[in-house]
């Protein structure tokens, strides 16, 4: 690969977990020269990871934008950015192409098809090999910034810093908590760690009599003791241990309640959630009755584990031995509302090292969601758990140090990612420049040349908003459906048009599409909604209607667009215009491992002749027909990998727009 860089840029990487790989990969992918420092040394990258997911790594969820953040409960508009920049989808392809083929589960959760965690940590060892990393096999006891950049443990001079050192859990993997005191020493802010995903203990025998026993399809609710109601509820499977309670609703309950530790909540466990107590009441009578000799415990066995009916017995005050006809109603009751609440008092957490990840971190007002660049200290970056950013079981949490180390290290590549010196001039010229104006960037071209993802790599790179234009005529789409409006009657089409409200907005730098008010989310990336986008694209009355809006969009914001009209119709007038192309016989090799990938195998000739006949019909159609600006600069992006198509395309926008490099 070619060097982008005016001297290519020494990156140091502190600490060689999950993040801090993926960010030592992605810079040196782009050309930096990469030194990761991590204790354990190469050999023992990423020791935390392979320990995941009970040895199977749960490494993503594979999940929309939505369903991520609302399982982020700290946080998760920081995390739009990085999430938007290297989403789940691309997580997964991103590992079966390093030979990791994936699997999902219930709930989303993705695992190696092996259900072996080696497997995920081979591959990211295999990456930083191959990409030409340095690993050290030390501490970074500490990082001074000086003039000419950032001074590791008073030896080498790097031009930026990540830091990814973990949380303060999981010490002997080397998670200890070391990096908040290097994030300190540089001046950031750090919210106090705290356990998170972490067992409960429980006051009490009951939980150690139990202990082994693990419950599958149980409500588990938590409640405050002073009666202020319940904080927590969800289903799932749970463990007693000697100590308390663990499994992944706890663990989950743990993060999703923030101060549980404090000894003020106790644990409700609904043992049959699928029925009610007066329907767990018939069903008791009917044994009963059926067999009124049995035994109490026997009649217990057919609702509960063997280990729990002796316990469970002497709490409903009932001997267990007794026979069935000499049970009274009150005393069957009774039962039946404990099936529906084991209760337990919750006395705290296990310590901190025992948890899967640590709540706090450094605080996330002092970093630019955008880059994962400080803004206090220009050239240091942070990515993984360090950051007060943390989610619920379910492979969330390592989807975040994916995202967080993908953007930390190809920002801290690219050029102008950093400032040499204590004083900062030149990262504060070029923020000033920034708010003086707005810039514009047109890439067009032809179905399967990469442009959403090259737009994506320009407009992270640059800090600029990436406009999904397909995402507009999605929402138009989706209102039709929901109308029961007939996207190829074009009268139809324009009669709607009069009667909704289509927004763009942008939070954290990503883009929502809002339709007559509401955030509509996922809902537009449904196939049935892809259908009725492609059809209404076609009308000039959409396309008029949309057109504006468009404009609008970059007239107020530095903005990023792919399409396949946006330099010859949206923005003619845009400060940079490159038209991607590639041969239809690469376009359609990607397209047709794409589908491979995805399980909808089809011929590579069909993948062809379709690629084809699309180039035919968007080159000759009436309506914004596919064709270069005049101005626009050819890009030829056949056989290319991503990382070679950013990498170019940044020379072009730096050629056009020198001063953005600087």
Same mark, same amino acid.
């Given at each position: 690969m070619g060097d982008t860089f005016r001297g290519r840029p020494s990156v140091a990487v502190i600490g060689g977990g999950a993040a801090g790989c993926m960010a030592a990969v992605s810079a040196a992918e782009l050309g930096a020269s990469v030194t990761v420092f991590e204790r354990n040394g190469g050999h023992r990258l990423c020791r935390k990871l392979g320990l995941t997911g009970k040895g199977r790594c749960n490494l993503t969820n594979n999940c929309g934008r939505d369903t991520f953040m609302a399982n982020v409960p700290r946080n998760p508009r920081f995390l739009y950015s990085a999430f938007a920049a290297f989403p789940p989808e691309a997580v997964m392809a991103w590992f079966e192409k390093a030979g990791v083929p994936l699997k999902t589960e219930r709930g989303g959760r993705v695992f190696p098809v092996s259900d072996r965690a080696a497997d995920v940590v081979a591959a990211l060892k295999g990456a930083v090999r191959r990409s030409g990393c340095a690993v050290r096999g030390e501490d970074a006891v500490s990082v001074e910034r000086e003039e000419g950049g950032f001074r590791v443990n008073g030896g080498e001079l790097f031009d930026r810093v990540i830091i990814a050192t973990g949380g303060a859990s999981y010490a002997s993997t080397g998670s200890d908590g070391s990096g908040y005191a290097l994030a300190e020493s540089l001046g950031h802010g750090i919210v106090p760690p705290e356990p998170g995903l972490i067992p409960l203990t429980c006051a009490g025998s009951l939980c150690g009599e139990l202990q082994g026993l693990s419950l599958r399809n149980i409500e588990l609710r938590i409640v405050r003791k002073d009666g202020g109601g319940r904080v927590f509820e969800a289903f799932g499977e749970m463990l007693f241990t000697h100590f308390g309670i663990s499994g992944p609703v706890v663990l989950t309950a743990s993060s999703a309640v923030r101060d549980i530790g404090s000894g003020g909540y106790a644990a409700e466990i609904d043992?049959? =959630?699928? *029925?009610?107590?007066? &329907? *767990?009441?018939?069903?008791?009578?009917?044994? *009963?009755?059926?067999?009124?000799? /049995?035994?109490?415990?026997?009649?217990?066995?057919?609702? @509960? =584990?063997?280990?729990? +009916?002796?316990?469970?017995?002497? @709490?409903?005050?009932?001997?267990?031995?007794?026979?069935?006809?000499?049970?009274? /109603?009150?005393?069957?009751?009774a039962a039946c509302e404990l099936l529906k609440c084991l209760r337990l008092d919750?006395?705290?957490? /296990?310590?901190?090292? &025992?948890?899967?990840?640590? /709540? %706090?971190? +450094?605080?996330?007002?002092?970093?630019?969601?955008?880059?994962?660049?400080?803004?206090?200290?220009? %050239?240091?970056?942070?990515?993984?758990?360090?950051?007060?950013?943390?989610? #619920?079981?379910? %492979?969330?949490? @390592?989807q975040i140090a994916w995202s967080t180390g993908r953007l930390a290290g190809t920002a801290a590549a690219l050029p102008g990612g950093s400032v040499k010196g204590a004083g900062g001039s030149g990262r504060e010229k070029k923020v000033k420049r920034m708010k003086d104006r707005v810039y514009s960037i047109a890439i067009d071209g032809p179905s399967g040349a990469g442009k959403?993802? $090259?737009?994506?790599?320009?407009?992270?790179?640059? %800090?600029?908003? #990436?406009?999904?234009?397909?995402?507009? #005529?999605?929402?138009?789409?989706?209102?039709?459906? &929901?109308?029961?409006?007939? =996207?190829?009657?074009?009268?139809?089409?324009?009669?709607?048009?009069?009667?909704?409200?289509? &927004?763009?907005?942008?939070d954290g730098g990503v883009q929502h599409m809002y339709l007559d008010g509401r955030d509509l989310g996922d809902a537009i990336r449904e196939n049935e909604i892809s259908a009725y986008a492609s059809k209404i694209s076609a009308l000039p009355a959409v396309r008029a209607f949309l057109l504006d809006a468009q404009r609008r969009i970059a007239a107020r914001n530095s903005v990023v667009m792919d399409g396949r009209d946006i330099g010859t119709v949206i923005l003619p007038g845009a400060d940079v215009k490159i038209f991607l192309s590639a041969s239809a016989g690469d376009r359609a090799r990607r397209r047709f491992e794409e589908l491979a990938e995805k399980g909808m195998p089809e011929t590579y000739e069909k993948v062809l002749s379709d690629i084809e006949e699309r180039d035919r019909r968007d080159s000759m159609r009436d309506v914004a027909p596919l064709r270069a600006a005049d101005d626009a600069v050819l890009l030829d992006n056949s056989g290319f990998e991503p990382a070679q198509? $950013?990498?170019?395309? $940044?020379?072009?926008?730096?050629?056009?727009?020198?001063? *953005?490099?600087k």
């Open positions: 043992l049959k =959630p699928a *029925l009610s107590a007066d &329907e *767990l009441d018939r069903r008791l009578v009917r044994e *009963l009755s059926s067999s009124p000799n /049995r035994s109490w415990s026997n009649v217990l066995s057919t609702l @509960l =584990p063997a280990k729990l +009916v002796g316990p469970f017995a002497v @709490l409903c005050g009932t001997a267990g031995d007794r026979r069935a006809n000499s049970v009274t /109603r009150a005393e069957r009751r919750i006395t705290g957490t /296990r310590p901190i090292n &025992e948890a899967v990840i640590t /709540r %706090g971190g +450094v605080d996330v007002s002092g970093i630019d969601p955008r880059t994962m660049e400080s803004k206090l200290v220009p %050239g240091l970056y942070f990515a993984g758990e360090i950051i007060d950013a943390d989610a #619920y079981t379910g %492979g969330f949490n @390592l959403s993802t $090259l737009a994506k790599g320009i407009a992270s790179a640059l %800090g600029f908003s #990436y406009v999904d234009t397909g995402a507009i #005529y999605r929402t138009v789409g989706y209102a039709a459906r &929901e109308r029961g409006v007939d =996207p190829g009657d074009g009268a139809a089409v324009e009669a709607m048009l009069g009667q909704i409200s289509v &927004e763009v907005k942008f198509s $950013l990498e170019a395309g $940044l020379r072009i926008v730096f050629e056009k727009l020198p001063e *953005l490099e």
